[in-house]
């Protein structure tokens, strides 16, 4: 099973990370923003090489999961990170209001239905932790799921931590590489970000006001991303709680971490037999 590599971002596996304590923008002499983007584009290029060997290599498949407040920079990291790589070999599903079917099943269906297969890299941009995150600061949202019995919420979120643990635990063991990013942005910039939504026009879509509603709710999402982080971080499935008030060092930081993640893998292209060489250079002989 894979073995979380060591960054200063990684979430212990002791249940000790604090939130209020994680950094959310760059730490002293960082590279400047062009040598950031530079960087990021060599760290680029080795991912398309690492993708196209985990395609031929076709043991493991990878897991990228993302999830922060609104305004973090999920889905321009995504694109940053994975804009090298060969769209056929990778695919990205984003979870947003379950839909009555996905209702009516158990609220890991959906997600273990978007799984990539191996050989590929699969990005979950919002995931099964909208479970124990938007579903436990708003619990009414639990009347929906239809839940048999008297549901005891601090019973309820300790079980819905068990079954993930138990499933990318599950996940580990089947061959799949399982990343989490916990893209951590200050209250201060994520202000500064709406503020930009509101200010340029091509960027007024994705402004609502919904969005201030949630932000009011600020400390409560704290409290139950601190408590998701705790009990999901384990080696073969780490979270990493990034920076990301820095947009340049939030992508480069996240390639890094899937590029020595990968590489880590020892992935390798398939290697033929001799015989097999010599059938290969006569059928070569036979090309007219």
Known sequence: MFEAIESP?????????????????????????????????????????????????????????????????????????????????????SFKQPSKRELDHDFLWRINSALPERGRIGVFNRSHYEEVLVVRVHPEYLGGQRLPGDVSLPDLWEERFDSIRDFEQHLARSGYLVLKFFLNVSR??????????????DKNWKFSEGDLAERKLWGKYMEAYEKA??????????????????????????????????????????????????????LRDTIV
Not at 10 to 23: K, M, T
Not at 27 to 53: H, I, S
Request: charged share 30%.
């Open 229 to 282: 982080l705790n009990a999901t971080s384990r080696p073969w499935a780490p979270w990493y709680a990034v920076p990301a008030d820095s947009k340049p060092y939030l992508r480069h930081t996240v390639a890094r971490i899937v590029e020595e993640s990968l590489s880590s893998l020892g992935l390798e292209f398939p290697r033929v037999t001799e015989k097999e060489r010599e059938e290969l250079q006569r």
């Open 9 to 93: 971002y990684l979430v212990p596996f002791d249940g000790s990370f604090r939130v209020d304590s994680a950094p959310t923008a760059p730490p002293g002499g960082t590279l400047g923003k062009g040598e950031l983007k530079d960087g990021l584009e060599e760290t680029v290029d080795r991912l398309d090489d690492l993708q196209r060997r985990l395609y031929a290599d076709d043991r493991w498949g990878v897991l990228l999961v993302f999830q922060a407040m609104d305004a973090a920079g999920k889905d321009s990291t995504i694109r940053a990170v994975l804009r090298g790589i060969n769209p056929q070999g990778c695919q990205v599903s």
């Open 188 to 201: 201060e910039e994520q202000a500064e970000r709406f503020r930009r939504r509101i200010d340029r026009p």
